[in-house]
Structure formats: structure tokens, C-alpha cells
């Protein structure tokens, strides 16, 4: 099916046949090499534009730069003008909100149906970090020393921070980062995926005309092993935010050892999605079915494995596939779209060879199973949305991450039996729950080992609720209060005063 408007881009006010820059100490500069990358639409197989490709040289001056920033200027601006301005940042993202969400569905794929959903919660992640730079505050401490000694804390800005995140979701993986360093006080090295580049770049610069100061937001994009490895071990670096997979976090855990740099890890998963015959099933089928197959399958906290309680297996299966079935398939700017294609070539082999594993480990598909092909589906990485029934607990598709739109159903009779199953992966993100019973509800909320536990409902996320990781699903949360403990020291202040 040919999408409306596929072509629109030559349109799109950021990509007007210029190469895009590095942000580096609020200047547009060239990579120090001299090279470039393109950025892919991966609905069309077009260029969209060429980019500066940082490297280990680009990093060291993104860093020096911020490292001048935190010790000199930004370190005396008050929480107050940090909040004005994160505050005028939020209100520019408002204002070109539909530039940016086009730019992401165009360098990503997601559909605009998507990309123009995360407005509000983008937004509001900006303007809820405004909120608490004013809100951080240390603590007196009455301690028992014999004589007159007082204690008090201070809560000080780590300092400069790499951040380094995914393709998934540009803008809000942005400002997930950039938004509680601006609150306390720290610097960003902001490099973003080498396959979404664009809305970090614009971001940035919006951010320049928000007023943030030159140094203190960079923004570097580049390949993983070049820039983000120069990141991760560079020794002017206090710490990494990373999202992305749990193999490249393994590597960053490794890198950061040098000066032993704070991290906060938000990676990968395999999360339990778990039907009981109670459940309101005209909620769950919908529910269920977008747990995995929303953004392509391609977000760290899908649902990916399907738990179905046994007495309604067959029948509950067979209406997930047939909603996956009717799913609009095609160009993410066509309004009407909801599955757009996966991120990359490299992506879709990845999915593809899982396929193949699927079939071979014996599960069945239910739907799906292939890539779409039809007319211009055909010049962009389009997969079905895709079920497979009959998993077992011990196959590759029920244990590893498959990051695109599949699925696997599994059945389970009680609800010792599926707590003890759901909990058998070395990930520990995401999880849902559907059922009318309260105490089941209760019960698997507490017993699920994961940093989020959906119940009726799947994917909800606020600025102001945690989301993080268990187990090798990472450590550190984000959003909420405890996001901006990852980016201050406590310092322990004593004075004698007898
Ligand atoms: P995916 O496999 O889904 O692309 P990655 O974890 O490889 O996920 O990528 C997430 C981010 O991590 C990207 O910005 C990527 O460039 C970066 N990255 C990849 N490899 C490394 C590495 N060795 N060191 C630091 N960053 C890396």
C-alpha cells in the first residue's frame, strides 16, 4: 500500500541538503576527520541527510568543552534560571513538536500515530525536570558525637555526563538524559544512535535557542565503537547514562572502569505478559497485541512473552493474531499507519533470523512470520506482526531479545507456576498482568522480578513514576525523583561548633 505523503520529507524544514554538524561548545562544527554518514529513512531506503561522524578526537573536545562549562559559568547559574530555561527549551519543543515528530518517524520509522503520541509525555518530561531544579535540597542530620558537632548534606551535580542512547525513540531518549542533567546542574555529551541522529541534532538546537550555554549541551553523533566507546572510557567523564542493549552495556560497565564513572543502565528485556481467564479480554486482546507489536516490537519493555492461562489458550491466541493481522502495516507519515518498518537492515536480519529460529525450535505461527513486500513495502524493512504459539519456556524466541514485532505465546495452568516461569530470564524490565482478581493482581506485583509491573494495561509511563531495571535489565532509575539522584553527589558536611 503506498502511504500518502511518503515524499513529504524533501519538505521537512531540518532537512534542507546541508550536512549536519556536531554540537560541540554551542558551535556547528565539522568532524575532526573530516568524515560523514547518511542517515536512512528506513520506510523508503532514502537518504535523508549526511551527518558529521564523531570520533574518539570529536569526543575529547565535546568533553573539554563541557568540563569549561561545568567548572566555570554553568556551575553559578541559580536552580531558578536553570528551570527558566529548561522551561523555554520546553516550550520550543512544544512549538516545533510536529516538525520533530515527522523528523523521527522519517530517520526511524515509527509511525507518526506514534511518534505524535510521545508529544505530551516529552514535553512534560521537560517541564516536570524544570519543576524539581528548584526542589533539590540536602538534608540537617542529627548524629549522636559527643560534644556539639552538626551534619548537614549537600547535594552537588556529578558533573559531566555522557549520554549515550538508542534509536527507538529519539526525542524522549533525549530528553530522558538531557532534562535531569539541565535540572542538577551537570554538562551533556549527548550522542546519539547512529541510525536517528536528526532529532538530537535538533534538539540541540533548539536547546542553543532556549538560551542553555555554549559547552553545556554537545551533541555528537557517531558509531558506537568509535565515539560512544571514546565516551564511555574517556577519563573527563563522570557519568554515563546509557539506554540501549544489555551486550553493549556489559561493554560499558567494562569501559567506564578507568576512573570508575557513575553509570545508570537501562537495557534490554524479556518481559512476561500474563492472561488469566478472568481478565476483561476485549481490554487484554488489544492490550496484549500492542505490548509487542507498538514501535515495531522495537521498545526495551515489550511484552514479548505471552503467558496465556491454559483453559483459554487456543481461543485467546487466535483473536491476538487476528488483531496483529488487521494492524496497517506501511509508511509511519501516513496518519492511518500503526506498524511502520523496523530501524535498519541490520535490524531486520536480526528479526528475520529469529523467524527462521522460531520455526525451527518448533513453534508455530499463528500470523505473521515474514516481511512484507507489497508494492512500496518493498524498498523498506516491513515485518508482520507476528505470533508464534506453542513456545516453550527453553526456546531461543522465549528467552532472548528479539527487538521487533513477535510474540511468543505460552501456555500456564496456575499462578505459582507462571510467577515462578515469568521470572525465569536473566532480564527483569517490564511486565503486565490481566485479570479481574485483586489478590492475583497483588500477588504477581510483588512477585515479578522487574522495574515495572502493568497491570490492566501495559506501557504506561509518567514523568513522575520510576521506570528502570532488574537483573540484567540494568540499574538506575528514570523519571521520578530517583532519576535525579543519579546525577547528584550527596556531600557529608560536619562543623564542631562547641
Ligand atoms: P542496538 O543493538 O539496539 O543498536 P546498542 O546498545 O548497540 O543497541 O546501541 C545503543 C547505543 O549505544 C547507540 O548510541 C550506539 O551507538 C551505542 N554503542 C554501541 N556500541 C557501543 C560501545 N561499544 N560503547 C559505547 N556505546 C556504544
Redesign the pocket.
Known amino acids: 500500500m503506498t502511504a500518502p505523503g511518503s515524499r513529504q520529507h524533501a519538505q521537512h524544514p531540518f532537512l534542507d541538503g546541508k550536512t549536519k554538524r556536531l554540537l560541540i561548545d554551542g558551535k556547528w562544527l565539522e568532524a575532526a576527520s573530516g568524515k560523514t554518514f547518511d542517515s536512512i529513512n528506513p520506510a523508503t531506503g532514502e537518504v535523508l541527510a549526511q551527518v558529521a561522524e564523531g570520533d574518539a578526537e570529536d569526543i575529547d573536545r565535546a568533553v573539554e568543552a563541557a568540563r569549561r562549562a561545568f567548572e566555570g559559568p554553568w556551575g553559578k547559574v541559580k536552580p531558578f534560571e536553570r528551570q527558566a530555561i529548561l522551561l523555554r527549551f520546553a516550550d520550543l519543543v512544544e512549538q516545533h513538536a510536529d516538525e520533530i515528530t515527522e523528523l523521527d518517524t522519517l530517520d526511524m520509522g515509527a509511525p507518526v500515530q506514534r511518534t505524535r503520541g510521545m508529544k505530551r509525555r516529552a514535553i512534560g518530561l521537560l517541564r516536570y525536570y524544570a519543576g524539581m531544579a528548584t526542589a533539590l535540597h540536602g538534608e540537617t542530620i542529627e548524629n549522636s558525637l559527643p560534644g556539639e558537632v552538626f551534619s548537614y548534606t549537600l547535594k552537588e551535580p556529578v558533573g559531566v555526563v555522557g549520554a549515550?542512547?538508542?534509536?527507538n525513540a529519539p526525542l524522549s531518549s533525549s530528553l530522558w538524559k538531557i532534562g535531569p542533567a539541565l535540572a542538577t546542574g551537570c554538562t551533556v555529551i549527548l550522542?546519539?544512535?547512529?541510525?536517528a541522529p536528526l532529532t538530537p541534532l535538533l534538539l540541540g538546537q533548539l536547546a542553543l535557542e532556549a538560551g542553555v550555554p555554549p559547552g553545556v549541551l554537545n551533541v555528537v553523533p557517531g558509531?558506537?565503537?568509535t565515539?560512544?566507546?571514546a565516551?564511555?572510557r574517556h577519563m573527563g567523564v563522570d557519568k554515563i547514562a546509557?539506554?540501549?542493549?544489555h551486550?553493549?552495556?556489559q561493554?560499558?560497565v567494562q569501559?567506564s572502569a578507568g576512573n570508575l564513572k557513575r553509570l545508570s543502565l537501562e537495557l534490554g528485556g524479556k518481559s512476561p505478559d500474563i492472561v488469566f481467564a478472568d481478565a476483561d479480554l476485549d481490554a487484554a486482546v488489544p492490550g496484549a497485541g500492542m505490548a509487542t507489536f507498538l514501535n515495531s516490537g522495537q521498545i526495551c519493555s515489550a511484552g514479548t512473552r505471552l503467558f496465556v492461562e491454559r483453559r483459554i489458550y487456543d481461543e485467546f491466541v487466535g483473536r491476538v493474531a487476528d488483531f496483529g493481522r488487521n494492524l496497517r502495516v506501511g509508511n509511519g507519515l501516513d496518519p492511518d499507519v500503526t506498524i511502520g518498518p523496523l530501524v535498519s537492515r541490520e535490524?531486520f536480519d536480526r528479526v528475520s533470523s529469529y523467524l527462521a529460529i522460531g520455526r525451527q525450535e518448533g513453534a508455530r505461527p499463528v500470523t505473521g512470520g515474514e516481511r512484507l513486500t507489497d508494492g512500496d513495502l518493498a524498498n523498506g524493512y516491513f515485518v508482520a506482526p507476528t505470533v508464534f504459539a506453542d513456545v516453550r519456556d527453553d526456546m531461543r524466541i522465549a528467552q532472548e531479545e528479539i527487538?521487533g514485532p513477535v510474540i511468543s505465546a505460552i501456555p500456564f495452568t496456575d499462578i505459582d507456576e507462571v510467577l515462578s516461569r515469568a521470572n525465569n530470564t536473566m532480564f527483569g524490565l517490564g511486565s503486565g498482568v490481566w485479570t479481574r482478581d485483586v489478590s492475583k493482581a497483588h500477588r504477581l506485583a510483588k512477585g515479578i522480578r522487574a522495574g515495572s509491573v502493568w497491570i490492566n494495561c501495559y506501557q504506561a509511563m509518567d514523568p513522575a513514576v520510576p521506570f528502570g531495571g532488574y537483573k540484567m535489565s540494568g540499574y538506575g532509575r528514570e523519571s521520578g525523583i530517583q532519576h535525579l539522584e543519579e546525577y547528584l553527589n550527596v556531600k557529608a558536611v560536619w562543623i564542631k561548633t562547641d
Open positions: 549515550i542512547i538508542p534509536w550522542k546519539p544512535a547512529e541510525e558509531f558506537g565503537e565515539a560512544g566507546a565516551l564511555a546509557f539506554t540501549g542493549s551486550v553493549t552495556g561493554k560499558i569501559a535490524q527487538f
